[in-house]
């Protein structure tokens, strides 16, 4: 049995560890960055990049089915789902091979590979029986699919996030559970591709959509295109020869069963820290085997561990990961005295079309945090200028502000571009503005941006900070 003494060990070599590694290595030539592998960070290997990639092919199907719109004919469409996968798999490589070579340029003797577990609150054993004793410890372990149990049904034809993208050609059909943002990309861009897609949903959910009229609208246009039952009866899943039954009460059929090659479980994640022994560390845990942590220093209670990116459950996006990495790497460096970081702005993008984005607070917070301080702006995509000349005139944009000091708050969009207006709110929110400030911004012609002034002056009407809005603003240019 080997032993070692460091000052940090960090338990992960996903984006949060990677993180927190680069950020303690800047204090400290005394740490190691432990993982059991596959190494290549979720991000790269099973999750943005190549779903981003399958949405890309989807969006050029779609594109082409569609040009008829601009009076372009392309004929029969033929999509080869090998090719599509090729190319899917290969530039997926590309973006897991950078990260590979990042990691190649950390020294030997700072990566350990295995699987860590604690022995006590600075002592950790890896499964060649190698201890580590070091004074602080990084958790970031990442997350991994969270399966119900009647999905395993479908056994081999069972698809998650993690080989999805193994696939070697796209499938013909596919029964997607759980509308969230995993699900709704994935699924939508796989109708797209020309798989039969039908949708599940238990809570009335869908994506991060908080607003109850978005919502709605969202549904109505996603079932345009594939069947989407956010509150779904499912009766019963069985594997069949060729893939998996499906029985359900559908809308307007009643109860039916359908055949699919395959199930798609998009139905959340759980973090991977099952098997850490955490009851070790001297943390005192919740019910669900989760220490507290602060969200400011990411520290684990008055401990010196701290738990960040997936693995602390809290919003499972890269760049919120990374931050978490950041400033946990900075602590276990400069642990005790700790160095409390007010977070950036909640900002989340959903990769459909039309695209979803909620900065800031949305409307469940709002009800909670100020219920009678905030007003609501408002408006439509569908008679927008830019929106309407690209073909994509469908959704809706809400921005909340605070009244009295006129505080821009957040907003949710469902629309074209949403990612990147969603961009310019959260700068914005991140900078305190007002809703003034934010109407004095330029705004060029004609550009999707437009629609987002157009419910910013509704916001600045209800605030009665600005005027009534007339149904065309003539210095807006046509459609602004």
């Known amino acids: 049995m080997s032993s070692r003494e460091v000052d940090i060990a960090i338990i992960g070599a996903g984006t949060a560890g990677l993180t927190a590694y680069n950020a303690a290595s800047r204090h400290t030539d005394s740490l190691v960055l432990i993982d059991s592998g596959p190494l290549g960070t979720t991000c790269a290997r099973v999750g943005c990049m190549p779903s981003k990639l399958l949405i890309a092919a989807a969006s050029a199907a779609h594109g082409a089915r569609h040009s008829s719109l601009f009076g372009i004919q392309v004929g029969e469409l033929e999509i080869d789902g090998a090719a599509v996968m090729d190319r899917l798999h290969r530039e997926r490589d590309r973006f897991v091979d950078s990260v590979l070579d990042s990691l190649g340029r950390i020294p030997d003797n700072r990566k350990l590979a295995g699987r860590a577990r604690f022995l006590a609150t600075n002592r950790l054993g890896l499964d060649d029986g190698t201890e580590i004793e070091a004074g602080r410890i990084v958790i970031a372990t990442g997350a991994r699919p969270n399966v119900p149990g009647f999905l395993r049904e479908a056994g081999e034809r069972l698809l998650t996030n993690e080989n999805l993208f193994e696939l070697e050609s796209l499938p013909g059909s596919v029964a997607v559970f759980g509308p969230g943002v995993l699900g709704l990309e994935l699924g939508q861009a796989l109708s797209r591709l020309g798989a039969k897609v039908r949708m599940f949903g238990t809570n009335g959910s869908l994506a991060s959509i908080g607003d109850a009229e978005i919502r709605q609208y969202a549904c109505r246009c996603f079932n345009e295109e594939f069947y989407l039952d956010l509150s779904a009866d499912v009766k019963q899943v069985e594997r069949v020869a060729n893939g998996v039954a499906i029985t ?233």
């Open 248 to 480: 359900y009460r559908h809308r307007q059929k009643g109860e039916i069963t359908e055949e699919f090659d395959y199930v798609l479980a998009a139905t959340g994640r759980r973090p991977n820290i099952d098997e850490l022994d955490l009851e070790k560390s001297g943390l005192e845990l919740d019910e669900e085997g989760l220490p507290e942590v602060d969200p400011r220093t990411l520290q684990c209670g008055e401990s010196p561990i701290f738990l960040v990116g997936d693995a602390n459950t809290k919003v499972p996006f890269l760049h919120v990961a990374a931050e978490e990495g950041r400033i946990a790497g900075r602590n276990a460096a400069r642990y005790p005295h700790l160095e409390k970081n007010d977070r950036l702005v909640d900002f989340s993008v959903v990769f459909s079309d039309p695209q979803v984005a909620s900065v800031g607070l949305r409307m469940p917070e709002l009800g909670e945090q100020c219920p009678d301080r905030y007003a609501e702006g408002k408006a439509s995509f569908e008679d927008q200028g830019r929106s309407r000349v690209m073909g994509r005139n469908r959704g809706l944009v809400k921005v909340y502000g605070e009244r009295g000091s006129g505080r821009f708050l957040g907003a949710e969009i469902f629309g074209p571009a949403a990612e990147h207006t969603g961009h310019l709110l959260a700068w914005a929110a991140e900078c305190g503005l007002t809703v003034s400030q934010m109407l004095a911004m330029p705004y060029y012609h004609p550009v999707v941006e437009e629609g987002l002034r157009t419910a910013l002056k509704d916001l600045s009407y209800r605030l009665e900070e600005g005027p009534r809005q007339e149904d065309r603003c003539l210095e807006c240019g046509p459609g602004g």
